[in-house]
Nanobody, 115 residues
Framework: QVQLVESGGGLVQAGGSLRLSCAAS????????MAWYRQAPGKQRELVAG???????NYPDSVKGRFAISRDNAKNTVSLQMNSLKPEDTAVYYC?????????WGQGTKVTVSS
C-alpha cells in the first residue's frame, strides 16, 4: 500500500508559477514509477509528468519546457514545478504511484490559473 498526499495547489495568474508536492507513506525507492495527472472539468484525466525510479522523466507536449517533475528519495516526496502557467492548466492535479502491479492515487489538489 502507498498513501499519497498532495499539497501546493491554489490560485495563480497566467504566467505565474506553482510548485506541487506529493508526500508518500513509504520509501519512494520502492516505487517503480511516479507521476502527476490532472483532470479539468468536463475532460478526461491526462498525464502531466512522469518519473521512473531511475530518474527518467517524460512529459506531454502541452507542458514540455514549462513543467518539471523531480523526486527526493530522502524525503519520500515528488514535486512538480509549474512555470508559465496558462488558464488551460486549470485542473485538479493528482499524484500517482505505481508499485507492485498496483496504481495508487492521491486525493488531488486544485490548481486555478486566472487570465
Amino acid at each position: 500500500q502507498v498513501q499519497l498526499v498532495e499539497s501546493g495547489g491554489g490560485l495563480v495568474q497566467a504566467g505565474g508559477s506553482l510548485r506541487l508536492s506529493c508526500a508518500a507513506s513509504r520509501s519512494i525507492l520502492s516505487i517503480n514509477f511516479m507521476a502527476w495527472y490532472r483532470q479539468a472539468p468536463g475532460k478526461q484525466r491526462e498525464l502531466v509528468a512522469g518519473i521512473s525510479s531511475g530518474g527518467k522523466t517524460n512529459y506531454p507536449d502541452s507542458v514540455k519546457g514549462r513543467f518539471a517533475i523531480s523526486r527526493d528519495n530522502a524525503k519520500n516526496t515528488v514535486s512538480l514545478q509549474m512555470n508559465s502557467l496558462k488558464p488551460e492548466d486549470t485542473a485538479v492535479y493528482y499524484c500517482v504511484a505505481f508499485r507492485g502491479g498496483n496504481w495508487y492515487w492521491g486525493q488531488g489538489t486544485k490548481v486555478t490559473v486566472s487570465s
